[in-house]
């Protein structure tokens, strides 16, 4: 029973962390800008540093189970 709300932050954690980095590395091959106004270098490496921290953070809720 008290393993449904690490499996759902869990869960929530992984596919939002997968998902922007899915979303940054087609951003960063098609050459189109990460986020507007901010320099390209301090925009991609933002996301991808916050996508890979998401991304540890679902694989350690899930590790807790």
């Given amino acids: 029973m008290e393993s449904g709300p ?9 596919l939002f962390g997968a998902a922007l980095l899915l ?3 087609a951003r960063v091959l098609h ?8 320099s390209p270098a301090t925009s991609i490496t933002l996301a991808t540093l916050t996508g890979a921290s998401f991304l540890a953070l679902g694989v350690w809720c899930f590790g807790r189970i």
């Fill in 31 to 38: 050459r189109a800008p990460v986020a507007h106004g901010v």
């Fill in 6 to 14: 690490a499996i759902f932050a869990g869960a929530a954690f992984a």
């Fill in 23 to 25: 979303w940054t590395g």
